[in-house]
């Protein structure tokens, strides 16, 4: 099998070899410890993340978003709250046949 290269393809493949020489000669030269440079990704905790701590704190979030449900259910329930229409900036102009004025749910 013969393979014919122009000179385009021949020039590009020089180049690329070329510069992933560049990027090896510094790799193979570097004899640092590579252990110091490496960091864990810390969002303003100490240490490695704690899956059951995150957990945790969902299960609270859910209480607490549970707690703020139920009041305001309460709320609803209880009639205290009033509404006011005002038909003049309606942005939705009932239709013919819309289910807003004929009462349908």
Partial sequence: ?????????????????CLLTLIAIPLWNYSGNIDSQVQAAVSGRPGIPDSG????????????????????GQT??????KVE???ESDPL???????????AK
């Fill in 93 to 103: 102009p009932a239709k013919k046949n819309d289910s807003r004025k004929s009462g």
């Fill in 53 to 72: 701590q995150q957990m945790q704190e969902l299960i609270e979030l859910t209480r607490e978003t549970k707690t703020i449900l139920l009041e305001i």
């Fill in 85 to 87: 229409i005002d038909n």
């Fill in 76 to 81: 609803l329930k209880s009639g205290t709250i």
């Fill in 1 to 17: 099998m013969v393979v014919v290269m122009d000179n385009y393809t021949r020039v590009l493949l020089t180049v690329i070899a």
